[in-house]
């Protein structure tokens, strides 16, 4: 059974600026993302999470994202529960993006 990893913001920035293929999911509040957007990722609040996984390509290399890492942590373990083979969560969430790969982006 697939186990859910985590990535570091540094090795994500890494990844993404090298072009890896690698979906981000969004798992913050509307009100969340309004704050701080983290680019080209798809929003799905973490509760909407199971009725929306057909939007969701199991084939691809998800990276879950909250503020903190926690709600993104448990979307994660889901994830590979429900078959999905290839998940990171990003440890420390867009907070730890926002402090080690992008410093625009906005704390909260």
């Known amino acids: 059974m697939a186990q859910a990893g985590e990535i570091g913001p540094v090795e994500l920035k890494e990844r993404l600026a090298r072009g890896d293929r690698l979906a981000i999911l969004d798992v913050r509040e509307p009100e969340e993302i309004a704050i701080a957007e983290f680019p080209g990722a798809m929003h799905v609040p973490m509760g909407d999470v199971p009725s929306r996984l057909t939007e969701l390509d199991p084939g691809a290399e998800w990276v879950v994202v909250c503020h903190h890492g926690i709600r993104s942590a448990q979307v994660a373990i889901y994830l ?24 625009s982006t906005p704390r909260y």
């Open 80 to 103: 590979t529960r429900m078959g999905f083979e290839r998940v990171w969560n990003l440890s420390g969430g867009i907070d730890a993006w926002a402090l080690a790969a992008d410093r």
